[in-house]
């Protein structure tokens, strides 16, 4: 299967595939600068917690390359300021804010500025290496839950495109479709910002993996007549009990998926559970521009001036999650202790 490798970096600029163009157009944007990289972020032409995570850590290494200052307390100041901006450009990912503090930690840790810039540069190439790894064994951990024969569901877009390559929950699924079982893929479009219909639907397009696009209120219908197997997803921010924050709409599947008697997954890194975190209420929900809803890429869908709500995320409660598949293997509940142990064998 091809590669999809939304984030190069080459030459000291960070190359990002313009996922608000797919899938009519496959267009990389430049980021020159850590501005640049903010406003991908911000504009969600790169999207996904662990490509958040990635680019902010180019961002980072960015920031400090532009700085021309000798003094390593003045040179800190202005690159924690820096990283301040960059982790305002989305606050629900948890990833972001765990690459900047990483980038930050290894800034401080080195006394001459002269060697920061390219240490920030080596650590972020990591970071991105170390991504691709994780998603591979996550994928190797998970492709036991997917069946051979009957049905999977996916929400959002989990894959390649939200990370630095492979995916996270259409990683598991691409994982147990390389394994030789073989199962119905359904992926929804996942209003209002359509990443399910616009970017999973071309990523099962490129792996040469079926899959039928059904519009986010069928699938209750889908999983009452015993057409869905099992549910997986990504996810954004876990907290310390299992609560676990994902795409819009995520919620109501884990719902239905529970009324149902299905299987309702989580496929996620270790970089996305937060364990200062008690439950999902303290996970800061982004609200987006509620032009998202009222409009498709500048037509109107609605009339004008109405009102429209758009939160980027929702919560589910861990009682409806079966399982959270991490690089360190799966976790069960009760979350309280296999994710904390799964963040300490990770040295977190």
Same mark, same amino acid.
């Given at each position: 299967?091809?590669?999809?490798?939304?984030?190069?970096?080459?030459?000291?600029?960070?190359?990002?595939?313009?996922?608000?163009?797919?899938?009519?157009?496959?267009?990389?944007?430049?980021?020159?600068?850590?501005?640049?990289?903010?406003?991908?972020?911000?504009?969600?032409?790169?999207?996904?917690?662990?490509?958040?995570?990635?680019?902010?850590?180019?961002?980072?290494?960015?920031?400090?390359?532009?700085?021309?200052?000798?003094?390593?307390?003045?040179?800190?100041?202005?690159?924690?300021? /820096? #990283?301040?901006?960059?982790? !305002? $450009?989305?606050? +629900? *990912? %948890?990833?972001?804010?765990? =690459?900047?503090?990483?980038?930050?930690?290894?800034?401080?840790?080195?006394?001459?500025?002269?060697?920061?810039?390219?240490?920030?540069?080596?650590?972020?190439?990591?970071?991105?290496?170390?991504?691709?790894?994780?998603?591979?064994?996550?994928?190797?951990?998970?492709?036991?839950?997917?069946?051979?024969?009957?049905?999977?569901?996916?929400?959002?877009? /989990? #894959?390649?495109?939200?990370? !630095? $390559?492979?995916? +996270? *929950? %259409?990683?598991?699924?691409? =994982?147990?479709?390389?394994?030789?079982?073989?199962?119905?893929?359904?992926?929804?479009?996942?209003?209002?910002?359509?990443?399910?219909?616009?970017?999973?639907?071309?990523?099962?397009?490129?792996?040469?993996?079926?899959?039928?696009?059904?519009?986010?209120?069928?699938?209750?219908?889908?999983?009452?007549?015993?057409?869905?197997?099992?549910?997986?997803?990504?996810?954004?921010?876990?907290? !310390?009990?299992?609560? +676990? *924050?994902?795409?819009?709409?995520?919620?109501?599947?884990?719902?239905?998926?529970?009324?149902?008697?299905?299987?309702?997954?989580?496929?996620?890194?270790?970089?996305?559970?937060?364990?200062?975190?008690?439950?999902?209420?303290?996970?800061?929900?982004?609200?987006?521009?509620?032009?998202?809803?009222?409009?498709?890429?500048?037509?109107?869908?609605?009339?004008?001036?109405?009102?429209?709500?758009?939160?980027?995320?929702?919560?589910?409660?861990?009682?409806?999650?079966?399982?959270?598949?991490?690089?360190?293997?799966?976790?069960?509940?009760?979350?309280?202790?296999?994710?904390?142990?799964?963040?300490?064998?990770?040295?977190?």
């Amino acid at each position: 299967m091809s590669e999809i490798r939304p984030i190069e970096w080459a030459n000291g600029t960070l190359r990002l595939l313009d996922q608000t163009r797919l899938p009519s157009e496959e267009v990389m944007v430049e980021a020159h600068g850590y501005l640049d990289a903010v406003d991908a972020i911000k504009t969600m032409r790169v999207r996904g917690a662990p490509a958040i995570g990635i680019t902010a850590a180019y961002a980072v290494a960015m920031a400090a390359r532009d700085l021309d200052i000798s003094d390593k307390d003045t040179f800190m100041k202005q690159l924690e300021e /820096a #990283g301040l901006e960059i982790k !305002a $450009a989305r606050p +629900t *990912a %948890v990833n972001l804010m765990w =690459a900047v503090d990483r980038m930050i930690a290894i800034a401080n840790s080195e006394t001459d500025t002269s060697r920061i810039k390219q240490r920030l540069v080596d650590e972020a190439v990591s970071i991105e290496k170390e991504d691709e790894a994780i998603n591979r064994r996550m994928g190797k951990h998970g492709m036991v839950l997917m069946p051979d024969g009957g049905s999977v569901l996916t929400h959002c877009n /989990a #894959g390649a495109l939200a990370t !630095a $390559a492979f995916g +996270t *929950a %259409v990683g598991v699924i691409r =994982a147990g479709w390389e394994d030789g079982k073989r199962f119905k893929v359904f992926n929804t479009e996942t209003r209002p910002f359509l990443q399910g219909s616009r970017l999973t639907a071309w990523e099962f397009k490129k792996l040469g993996i079926p899959a039928t696009l059904v519009v986010d209120s069928a699938a209750g219908m889908l999983m009452r007549r015993g057409e869905i197997g099992c549910v997986i997803t990504g996810a954004d921010r876990i907290a !310390a009990n299992g609560d +676990t *924050a994902n795409k819009i709409g995520t919620y109501t599947l884990a719902v239905l998926a529970n009324e149902n008697g299905i299987p309702f997954y989580v496929a996620a890194p270790i970089s996305t559970i937060d364990m200062s975190l008690n439950n999902g209420d303290e996970i800061e929900i982004e609200e987006r521009a509620s032009s998202e809803v009222t409009e498709f890429r500048g037509i109107p869908v609605a009339p004008e001036g109405v009102e429209a709500l758009n939160p980027g995320f929702d919560v589910t409660p861990a009682r409806y999650v079966s399982a959270i598949i991490t690089e360190a293997g799966i976790a069960r509940p009760p979350y309280i202790e296999s994710l904390d142990l799964a963040v300490r064998s990770a040295g977190r």
